[in-house]
């Protein structure tokens, strides 16, 4: 090991999670945005600052949000460009998110084109994994907020547009697959981008062939996607049935029912599900309503919906949803951790690098209070939010 440098620091918790294993009080030491490894807290060699975080803290490797498309007033799909995505991240560092996918809903043409070309400068914001479009290749009878005007049918001309994101950072798109052309899904996958199923109708049969071309997640999981029936499993059945499929559920006592995902939980483990926000731009600040793709949308009682009652994304931060991954599905807290980080790094291929604290891993990391409330955030061991004295 070469020796530490002046910014080598060792980061001192009465507990570290390191994405498999709960440690007692233990040194994380870093060096150079890098994981060097862990210590006894009186084993700190020479030439690290000790940085000693509160009693109880709980240090976990940085959530990874896939699906996020807004917060701190900031919607991707009103200012479609570089500077909104890193302000989305911003955001969202003060609740533990160290990673994330800006998320374009669907939107005309030039606005995702606009997007596409921005994404390559957004990677260099601290926290910007990549782009997520959810959207406009949907059906339209599980379309929810998205604009039906805008929902489209593909061609491999469409597949074209969307591989120039190949390369930059890791990109997941959004789409039905009963409604895309033999091959769509391969190109895209060839290109690199993770390829979800959302805003679905598909049947189980439909979904399988998908994932045989090489789709890999389920985009909210249980909404806006077939359920589950007696003689047809729709997707919500074959997803819990193949263990080939990521998905994500947001998990604000909202969308989907407490047992629901408890039971796709106990069905599919902390190893396949994903916690997801589906954050709009109200998260992190104090106001009540805001306009998208020209509906006004309201927040009431922790529910955002749409004047017809409808849900327009959620109202939730990613240390929320480990918080209700605790308390409403009863998932150990070690479990919580891994659907908020190790998993969705799984998921984006990011798991050499991402969700776990181990040499040579990205010191992305978040310390919790004994309530799971965040104490701090580091992207690339660099202090990125610290909670303030009240």
């Not at 327009?312 to 605790?326: E, K, T, Y």
């Not at 799984?346 to 309530?371: E, M, T």
Request: charged residues 20%; proline residues 5%.
């Amino acid at each position: 090991m070469s020796p530490p440098s002046a910014k080598a620091q060792a980061i001192i918790a009465s507990r570290v999670f390191d994405g498999r294993q709960m440690h007692g009080a233990r040194a994380v030491l870093v060096q150079g945005g890098k994981i060097v490894g862990l210590s006894e807290p009186g084993d700190v060699p020479p030439g690290y600052a000790r940085i000693v975080l509160p009693d109880a803290s709980l240090l976990a490797p940085g959530f990874i949000d896939v699906q996020v498309n807004g917060g701190g007033g900031t919607l991707l799909n009103d200012n479609p460009g570089a500077d909104a995505m890193a302000a989305i991240a911003r955001a969202h560092r003060r609740f533990g998110t160290t990673g994330c996918l800006p998320t374009l809903i669907t939107d005309e043409r030039q606005a995702m084109a606009r997007t596409i070309a921005a994404a390559r400068q957004a990677v260099t914001t601290p926290g910007v994994l990549g782009l997520h479009l959810e959207g406009p290749f949907l059906n339209p009878a599980r379309r929810g907020v998205h604009r039906e005007d805008l929902i489209a049918i593909p061609d491999m001309h469409d597949a074209d547009m969307l591989a120039e994101l190949r390369g930059i950072g890791a990109c997941q798109v959004t789409l039905a697959p009963e409604r895309v052309p033999a091959g769509f899904i391969a190109r895209l996958v060839a290109a690199g981008l993770k390829v979800s199923a959302g805003h679905t109708d598909a049947t189980a049969e439909q979904l399988l062939a998908a994932v045989d071309e090489g789709l890999t997640g389920i985009t909210h999981l249980f909404n806006a996607v077939s359920q589950m029936q007696a003689r047809e499993s729709g997707v919500v059945g074959a997803t819990l049935a193949d263990d080939r499929i990521f998905a994500g559920m947001i998990c604000d006592g909202h969308h989907v029912g407490a047992v629901t995902m408890r039971a796709a939980y106990r069905a599919k483990g902390a190893t396949r599900i994903m916690l997801v926000t589906d954050a709009m731009p109200l998260v992190g600040t104090d106001r009540d309503r805001f306009i998208l793709v020209g509906k006004e949308i309201t927040l009431r009682n922790g529910r955002l919906t749409e004047a017809n009652g409808g849900l327009a994304g959620a109202h939730l931060d990613m240390a929320s949803a480990v918080r209700n991954a605790v308390a409403l599905i009863g998932a150990p807290l070690e479990d919580a951790l891994v659907m908020a980080s190790l998993t969705p790094a799984s998921f984006l291929g990011l798991d050499d690098r991402l969700g776990r604290i181990a040499p040579d891993y990205d010191a992305d990391l978040v310390a919790l209070n004994s309530d799971i409330g965040v104490v701090a955030t580091w992207i690339a061991g660099a202090v990125e939010w610290v909670q303030r004295p009240h």
